[in-house]
């Protein structure tokens, strides 16, 4: 009995690692999704600016937080359709990561 002393401690450090890297992926996922929706949002805003003849790249720039506008592209079509690409952060918001998300709205018929 005695010699088993301290098994769990050992046991306890041996998975924390695998632990913290699940959490960190779920975490990652979490601002992945969260990115998207933010993404699809300017959009939106953007093709609505566009509609009522206003600016497109300042109404999505407005719809985001501050923190993901660094790096933030916005397009603005013909037929009225305003995309938008955003960076997924990695862990925080500050901390930009290679993949980029994109979206695209466009309101009315396009005439």
Do not use: K
């Not at 601002?31 to 953007?46: D, E």
């Amino acid at each position: 009995m005695e010699r088993e002393r301290g098994q769990a401690s050992v046991e306890l450090l041996g998975t924390l690692p695998a632990v913290l890297l699940a959490a960190a992926l779920v975490w990652e996922l979490a601002l992945a999704g969260h990115t998207a929706w933010l993404c699809a949002n300017a959009a939106r805003a953007g093709a609505r600016a566009a509609v009522v003849g206003r600016d497109a790249r300042a109404a999505a720039r407005s719809a985001l937080p501050q923190s993901l506008r660094r790096g933030m592209t916005v397009e603005s079509g013909d037929d009225g359709a305003v995309r938008v690409r955003l960076r997924v952060p990695l862990l925080v918001r500050r901390w930009q990561g290679p993949v980029r998300i994109g979206a695209t709205a466009r309101l009315g018929d396009g005439a």
